[in-house]
């Protein structure tokens, strides 16, 4: 690049040099100047509102922002001065697409995270779950976007890489094929996000069960979901596979959520008093929701009997922690009030050997 160059008209014009300088100075510091004050007047405004969406948005464009605007300054005085315009038009081609590709991602992230605030303040879990889930698929794929533009662009700049891109199109079919063979697992993850964010198979936040898996959708990813089990374990499962087989959702439409509890009782056992204490001690749980209370014989065998106490709650968490304090109080009841019912089976050899003892 530095060939071009006239080494005889540059290098011995010291004073142009020292003015091409001065010129940039100026111009990163009344660049820098103007960028403080809009941004001091844009923070004010914001702090005058009562929402903070508002401020993230300022923030988030306030680094790109001052490198644009430098830019902006250099590039004004490339046109006045032949030393600056010699090196800007070289660097340009490099720095423009990178700060234009920094300032749509800042935009891009300012309003994915406005929009997830509004989503969390919601009152509706369901809704809000929806919206998260589609401001973080269509977030990162405007994300993938603006760095798959960003990157060839500046790629473009190169003048090696423009020849070869050239000589791409010129082979366009074969270069088709290429591409596309290349490109596909990236184009079926891409596909398979943007289907996620419209059909909404699963959102943020469900309670799901994939490939014996249970636990909490905690990330979307374009090409992966990550479900969060209650040992703090996670489970990496591909989006594709989310879509093409068959899972279980247990906060599909809402929270709320119905369970059983069952007792493998002895057939002789008597089950009114049963059911008595079961929905007494049943009314005294604050997790019931008191859409579901019931006990019912579900089978009955020569050897023994099931029982199924059924309860619901309004969040699968309150389920989990009435059904374990239900199945604890029954069976140590059962043990105090009625240990007949329990089965045994268990060798009492002592009192066999009193039976037959003479």
Do not use: C
């Not at 005058?48 to 005085?77: F, M, N, Q, Y």
């Amino acid at each position: 690049m530095f060939r071009e160059l006239d080494l005889t008209r540059y290098t011995l014009d010291l004073p142009a040099l020292i003015h091409a300088v001065s010129y940039v100075v100026l111009a990163v510091a009344a660049s820098l100047l103007i960028h403080s004050a809009v941004f001091a007047l844009l923070r004010r405004i914001a702090a005058r509102t009562e929402t903070g969406a508002d401020d993230l948005v300022v923030a988030k464009l306030h680094a790109p922002s001052r490198w644009a605007i430098l830019a902006v300054g250099i590039s004004l005085v490339a046109q006045v001065d032949s030393w600056v315009a010699y090196f800007w038009l070289g660097v340009s081609k490099f720095v423009v697409p990178a700060l234009l590709g920094w300032m749509a991602f800042a935009i891009v992230r300012a309003f994915a995270l406005v929009l997830d605030i509004r989503a969390e303040a919601q009152e509706e879990l369901a809704a809000a779950r929806s919206q998260r889930t589609r401001i973080a698929i269509l977030s990162r794929t405007a994300t993938f976007i603006i760095v798959f533009i960003t990157v060839g662009l500046m790629l473009l700049g190169i003048p090696g890489v423009r020849q070869v891109g050239v000589t791409l199109m010129a082979s366009a079919g074969l270069a088709a094929l290429a591409v596309g063979a290349a490109a596909q697992p990236a184009l079926k993850s891409l596909i398979a996000g943007l289907q996620m964010a419209i059909t909404e198979p699963v959102r943020i936040g469900d309670l799901v069960v994939v490939d014996g898996f249970t636990g909490r959708i905690e990330e979307i990813r374009m090409s992966f979901v990550v479900v969060r089990m209650w040992d703090e374990r996670a489970a990496i499962v591909p989006t594709s596979r989310l879509l093409d087989t068959s899972f279980e959702n247990w906060s599909r439409v809402s929270e709320k959520l119905s369970g059983p509890v069952f007792l493998h009782l002895d057939p002789a056992t008597e089950v009114a008093p049963i059911r008595a204490e079961f929905e007494r001690f049943l009314e005294q749980q604050p997790e019931w929701d008191h859409r579901m209370g019931t006990l019912v014989m579900t089978e009955a065998h020569p050897e023994s009997i099931e029982l199924r106490l059924g309860m619901s709650s309004n969040s699968i968490g309150d389920l989990f922690a009435l059904r374990s304090r239900v199945r604890e109080h029954m069976l140590d009841w059962l043990r105090r009030e009625m240990p007949d019912a329990l089965l045994r089976h268990r060798l009492e050899v002592e009192a066999a050997n009193a039976r037959v003892r003479p």
